[in-house]
């Protein structure tokens, strides 16, 4: 089974600024790999497929990177509609579908 | 327009069994796996189990095998979950979720279920 860390648990940064979150896999899960964005309330949104491809419809300020055990989701420069929680998700070796444990993006 | 739509919120008593209704529209319900994905209140999301409409085949997760059932109906394009021994720990929103090719396309909106005495 393969667990996926994300990092940090909270990251607090003012709007307009970058946003970089990590997502480690115990083991290597090529580029199978996405990012979820989930508000309160919402259903959880794709962001990011195969590492790096955006989702239909998200705004190029997303954008995902790495291979193998190490990921990164970056927000170029964040807006107020950006502060979320946001969870990687391994598709590669299945079952299970593993989710990290999110990170809390908040306001700085 | 790809929809999915969950039956609303349930109360339980501990013990009891929850069954919720996941209806899909704008695409062939018959081609894409539909998931089930638990969040418990402060937690993140875990990953219950999937069904294959096309066939009715199902994959559990470990921490739910034996006491979750997914099914789907294909006359009627409808996913269902149902999970059985009910304890407080089920309490959480239990999401359906479509999958192209592994990953999470379209959600649900959740449906909560409190387990209380």
């Known amino acids: 089974e393969i667990t996926m860390t994300q990092s940090p648990a909270t990251l607090s940064v003012s709007p307009g600024e ?3 979150l990590s997502c480690r896999a115990s083991q290597s899960i090529a580029g ?8 309160p309330g919402q259903a959880p949104r794709l962001l990011i497929y195969g590492a790096s491809t955006r989702a239909p419809g998200i705004p190029d300020r997303f954008s995902g990177s790495g291979s193998g055990t190490e990921f990164t989701l970056t927000i170029s420069s964040l807006q107020s509609e950006d502060f979320a929680v946001y969870y990687c998700q391994q598709y590669n070796n299945w079952p299970p579908y593993s989710f990290g444990q999110g990170t809390k993006l908040e306001i700085k | 327009e790809v929809q999915l739509v969950q039956s609303g919120a349930e ?3 501990p013990g009891a069994t929850v069954k919720i209704s996941c209806k899909v529209s704008g695409y062939t319900f018959t081609d894409y796996y539909m998931h089930w994905v638990q969040q418990a209140p402060g937690k993140g999301l875990e990953w219950m189990g999937l069904v294959d409409p096309e066939d ?5 997760a470990e921490k739910f095998q034996g006491r979750v059932t997914i099914t789907a109906d294909t006359s009627t394009d409808t996913a ?13 929103v239990y999401y359906c979720a479509t999958d192209s090719s592994g990953y999470f396309d379209y959600w649900g909106q959740g449906t909560l ?4 005495s």
């Open chain 1, 18 to 20: 970058r946003a970089t």
């Open chain 2, 11 to 13: 109360v339980k008593k």
């Open chain 1, 32 to 39: 199978n790999l996405a990012w979820y964005q989930h508000k």
């Open chain 2, 113 to 116: 279920v409190t387990v209380s």
């Open chain 2, 56 to 60: 009715g085949e199902t994959i559990y």
């Open chain 2, 80 to 92: 269902y979950m149902e999970l059985s021994s009910l304890r407080s720990e089920d309490t959480a």
